[in-house]
């Protein structure tokens, strides 16, 4: 049995507490896509420290789970070996409780190479990639390029690599991009040996094998599905299955094995880098969001881009990935708004839709909103329902009604404890 979060917007829902918090109730959590560009915030320990995850699950920290880095992931073996330092610094064994899958396929120095020059060409178009190499590094996955983790194991890695190396140098040659990446290649080599010490497997065995002895398994999302490869606002997505469905294909479970799939959510938007965003605020309302809610990014430190909640993205995003309740968070970031808005419908050309349309950007995207009374209270403290301020319970039950899954829990402060069950 597979339980699944994910995120259900762009990206940083705080997927990451929420796994951590979950975590304890399973045996083996799971990530199945994404790579570095991922960076989950946890608070560990009696002292509440904070940890970014970009590689490594966030169960990590809960002695009796066992974490696995799934196919569906692209590896960097330098992040991986900074974060094991990190993780071990709290007293956890990753030779005992982290397993990596050998259909992994590795991000090489040259992908991030790539991913730079790649968005240096694009000029004001630029995705605004993380510039951690996921691109270039899913690109040679699906052209059947790409080196694995278990290419590691062989005799011929280093020949994969130096040929591998030299396609990408042409790339690198046709974008007149000529930095010196010697030393890159020197701490990526020192950590091919450190992960060639940790434990590879054969990971949809591994995984199944689990599933049949009854353990439960929890798969977490990184990114979020408004940047799925397929579904998101393309082009200004990342380049792996951030939806459900990715569960299947990167970690090798059959859908039948697939029970609950939580999505979070922030209580309003965000989003880093380039690509639409319906319901941004370039006002001070959108600058009071960033400043409460802390909005700079986990991973690349950048200014988040704030908006209300967008309920036409949300509903999209239940849809697709089936979503089977909610996690709503930074609800506490919402405490001191007088009033606020929620966005039911787009209009595009004088014409009202509640549908994502194919193309974000091909006419302007007018939000129609709906606003509802602000609470005005700390909530940041409340510990059950009953706690909760009555407009805070009716902006969800305005979400409930229009999402087709319930709002199940609300984060209410990033701490490990503040967390709300309805
Ligand atoms: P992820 O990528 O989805 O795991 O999310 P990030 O870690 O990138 O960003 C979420 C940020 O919000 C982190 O700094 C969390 O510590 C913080 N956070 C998570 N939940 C809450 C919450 O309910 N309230 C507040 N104020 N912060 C939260
Ligand atoms: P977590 O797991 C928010 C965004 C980047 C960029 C686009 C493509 O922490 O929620 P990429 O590096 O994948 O080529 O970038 O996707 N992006 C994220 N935004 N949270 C993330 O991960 C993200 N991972 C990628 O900012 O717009
Ligand atoms: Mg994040």
Redesign the pocket.
Known sequence: MVDVIL?LQW???????IVDFFAKDYDLVARFQGGPN????L?VGAEAK?V?LHQIP?GVFHQGTINLIGNGVVLDPVTLRRECDTVASFGVDVRKNLFISERTHLILPTHRALDKAAELSKGDSKIGSTLKGIGPAYMDKTGRNGLRVGDLLGKNFTTSYIRLRLKHQRLLDNYNFNEDITAWEEEFFEAIDFLRSLNIVNGEYFLNDNISKGKKVLAEG?QGSMLDIDFGTFPFVTSSNTISAGVCSGLGVAPQKIREVIG?SKAYCTRVGSGPFPTELHDQTGEELRKL??EF???TGRPRRCGWMDLVALQYACMINGVTSVVM?????LDTFEELSICTGYRIDGADTNQVPFQMTRSPIEPVYETLQGWHTDS?GCKSEADLPAPMRSYVSFINERLGAPVTYI????GRD?LVTL
């Not at 968070?329 to 970031?333: E, F, L, P």
Request: glycine residues 24%.
């Open positions: 995120g990206g940083d829902e705080g997927k990451g507490k991922a960076g989950h915030t608070y904070k970014v966030s990184a979070v809610g802390n990014g986990a991973t968070t930074k609800a506490d970031v940041s984060s209410n402060g990033p503040q």
